[in-house]
Every structure is written in structure tokens, then in C-alpha cells.
């Protein structure tokens, strides 16, 4: 009993000692799966941000070496590469301690009524996201102003700081008079695009949706502020005005009317177009061949070619292309033709008819041409 409990504390000591080989084993493993430290010149790993700067005087070239880890919501990362795709930076301040005196971010998700602090992107909300509003708040974003972010919806009023999403207009664009909300930047309200809307030329040309040309233009101070306004036409592929705010679509050709109303405001003058769908016309049918021709015929006499029975489905004129099959060719518009051999043997003639734009495939027959020339002196003989 002593000798086998013996054995059991021996092997109990010597599998703790395994597991935790193994845990310690694990453990660096997962260290340098998911942090890296790399001088400042190399790349950051994907996946990553910087969480901490550190003099290294083994990084030759810039001095610094950086401490990576896995971007997270709620990790802080100093300020020395862009802010992750689906990101934001929720708060900013300089840190001389982790991050060398660079800022750094605390970044998490982005999400509907998120407040983030208006970092990079030239000022504009995330993509797929709008401003709702603008505030201040130098303990929390330093010196960049904090947004509070939502996902777009039709009807919505925005802040146009943070720029317009894709898939709207902006129908309104007033000030914001108690400037409480967006500050100093327009109020704007954003609608999906629809046939005959007024809307607000916040983006000039460039902001005409797709599948939308402009039919008028001019200006309306109360509604869209310094911006003219544009009505929109949808295209229906039918014919249509519109004023040469944008290209012709694609798919329309033009008449240019010159400057005329309703393209003229009072800052900009275009161009009235009648645009119409261009109608390619239908495919061309392909003519069918045919012709009759005499099982035989004599040397020297005039056999007849009937291509009569040829058609189009157009219904259009033919030009006919005869090969005799005795080196002569001829081509005429005539139906009926006469051809003479001057040798006997069986030759193989050819038709193509063509309709203007296309050719037949082509037709034979066979004609067998007989020599009499023999019997002529008897018959006169005969005769006489």
C-alpha cells in the first residue's frame, strides 16, 4: 500500500509538472501569436494596433520599437498608424508614458449612437454612418470635436460636417440657429432620391444619384441655404428634358437647345437637353437562296437560271451572286439570268443572294451540258 501510493505521488507530481510545461508552453505561444514588438520602420502586423513606444537601441534606423496586441473594443492605441476598419476613436489625449508623447485612442465598435472623437477621414462621419451632432469636449477628445454617430435613415436630420451617406439627398439645408447641434456646421435633412424631388446641390453634380438627371435648377435661400436646388427626374427609358448639370446618360442621345429656363439660377447657367433612348434597330434576318436550273443543256445555247424562289425576311431588295461553275461569275439584282458553255461536261452552279447587310449561305445544282455539234452536217444533209 506505501509502495503504491508511493508511485501515485511520484507520477501526480511529475503530471503537474507536465501540465504546466505545457500551460507555460501555451502561454508563449499565444504571446507571440497575438503581440509583437518590431521597430517603428517595419510594418504593423494585420490585426494589430500600437499600445506602446519604447526608446530601442537596437532599432538602428528611428531609435523606437513598438509593442503590438489585437485590436479589441476598449483597447488603447497610440496614435501612429490608421484607426481599424470598423472603428473608432472614442476617446484622444497625448500620453507621454505609453505612447512616447504621440496621442492615443481608446477604440471600440461602431455602433448606432456611438460618440467618437472626429479623427481622420477628413472630418467625415465612418462610412456607412451620418453626424447627428457636434460637441465639444476637450477632456475627452482634446483638441477634435466629438461626434455622435447613427446609421442613416430616410427622413433623418444630420449634421453636414459629417458629409451626406450614399443613397441620399439632402432636401433641406438650414443653419442651426441655437447652435447647439451641429455647431457651426448646416442642419441637413436627407431623404432616398424619388422622381420630381427638390433637393439641396450640397455635392453640385456629383451628388445627382444614379439613374437620376437634373430638370431644373435655381435658388431657394430658405430651403437650401447657399446651395441651389436641383428637381431630379428619374430615367424610364423614355424621351425627356433635363438641364446639362451631368453627362448625357448612358444609353440616350441628346438635342441641345442651348441656354435656356429651367437651367438657369442665379449663379449657374446650363444647358436644356431633350435626351431619348437610343433604339438600336432589330437584328437583320439572313436571306435564303434558291434557283432552278435545267437537268441538262446543249454547248453553245443559252440555258436559264431561275432564282425566283430566293427570299428576306425584310422582305428587302437582293442582289444575286452567280457561279456558273466554268471559271464565270456574274452578279446582277436581275431574278433570271441566261449563261452560255461552250464545252460540254456537268458543272455545278452557285447562288448567294444578299440583302444589303447579309449574305445567304450559298445553294448548287448540277447541270449536265451535252455536245450536238455532231449531228449538225447530218441534219443538213438530211435537209438538202
Known sequence: MDEFLGKTSV????????????????????????AATICSDQT?????????????????KTNLSYTTAPIAP??????????????????AHVDTGSCYGYYQYQLYTLSNGLLICAIGNNGFAPSGYVVTSIGVNLQTCDIYRQYRIA?????????ATGGVPSGYVVTSAK???????????????????????????FNGPSGVPSGYVVTSVGVDTALCNIYDFYYLGKLNGTAMFMC?????????????????????????????????????????????????????????QPVTLDASGSTDPQNGTLSYFWDFGDGVTQTTTMT??????????????SLVVNNGVVSSAPVSHSIAIKDYSWLIPIINLLLN
Open 11 to 34: 507520477w501526480g507530481v511529475r503530471g503537474i509538472f507536465f501540465v504546466g510545461c505545457l500551460f507555460f508552453s501555451l502561454l508563449i505561444q499565444s504571446k507571440t501569436a497575438f
Open 44 to 60: 504593423i502586423p494585420s490585426g494589430q494596433v500600437v499600445v506602446k513606444i519604447t526608446p530601442s537601441a537596437t532599432c538602428v
Open 74 to 91: 476598449g483597447v488603447y492605441a497610440c496614435a501612429v498608424g490608421q484607426i481599424p476598419s470598423g472603428y473608432a476613436a472614442t476617446t
Open 151 to 159: 446609421s442613416p435613415t430616410d427622413g433623418m436630420n444630420i449634421c
Open 175 to 201: 443653419a442651426d440657429q441655437i447652435n447647439t447641434i451641429c455647431l457651426d456646421s448646416l442642419n441637413f435633412t436627407i431623404r432616398a432620391p424619388a422622381n420630381g424631388m427638390k433637393v439641396c446641390a
Open 244 to 300: 446639362s448639370v451631368t453627362a448625357v446618360p448612358s444609353g440616350y442621345t441628346a438635342t441641345d437647345y442651348g441656354l435656356a429656363t429651367p437651367c438657369l439660377s442665379a449663379v449657374h447657367s446650363y444647358h436644356k437637353l431633350y435626351i431619348a433612348p437610343i433604339v438600336n434597330p432589330p437584328p437583320v434576318g439572313t436571306p435564303i437562296a434558291a434557283f432552278f436550273v435545267p437537268n441538262a443543256g446543249m454547248v453553245n
Open 336 to 349: 433570271v439570268v441566261q449563261h452560255v458553255y461552250v464545252r460540254s461536261g456537268t458543272y455545278t452552279v
